[in-house]
């Protein structure tokens, strides 16, 4: 089993930053892409960001130039530093990730979400 779990999420005022972790942990062989989603009330789950194994980033036009996508692959965390923050930017974030197990299968695995709410 893999488990997938965020933290960093908490209550901010318009314009500051927070700085999303999520650390992958279980029968881990790889994890290949990691990525940031996000779900606002009435809204779809969005992308957020990706970032490959080898570093290779993408963003949401909606984070580019505020967000910033980092991996640590040693410890199979990921990263999420978000500045310059709006209202609009209030949801609950998913870590995502494709994680390659033993029995020689890539799984895509969720974690539970944290909370971010940017106060105007």
């Known amino acids: 089993q893999v488990q997938l779990v965020e933290s960093g999420g908490g209550l901010v005022q318009a314009g500051g930053s927070l700085r999303l972790s999520c650390a992958a942990s279980?029968?881990?062989?790889?994890?290949?892409?990691m990525r940031w989603y996000r779900q606002a009330p009435g809204k779809q789950r969005e992308s957020v960001a990706d970032?490959?194994?080898?570093?290779?980033?993408t963003y949401a036009d909606s984070v580019k130039g505020r967000f910033t996508i980092s991996r640590d692959n040693a410890k199979n965390m990921v990263y999420l530093q978000m500045n310059s923050l709006n209202p609009e930017d209030s949801a609950v974030y998913y870590c995502?990730?494709?994680?390659?197990?033993?029995?020689?299968?890539?799984?895509?695995?969720w974690g539970p979400g944290t909370q971010v709410t940017v106060s105007s």
């Open positions: 995502n990730a494709d994680v390659g197990t033993s029995d020689w299968r890539i799984y895509k695995y």
């Open positions: 279980g029968s881990i062989f790889i994890v290949k892409t």
């Open positions: 970032i490959t194994s080898a570093g290779i980033t």
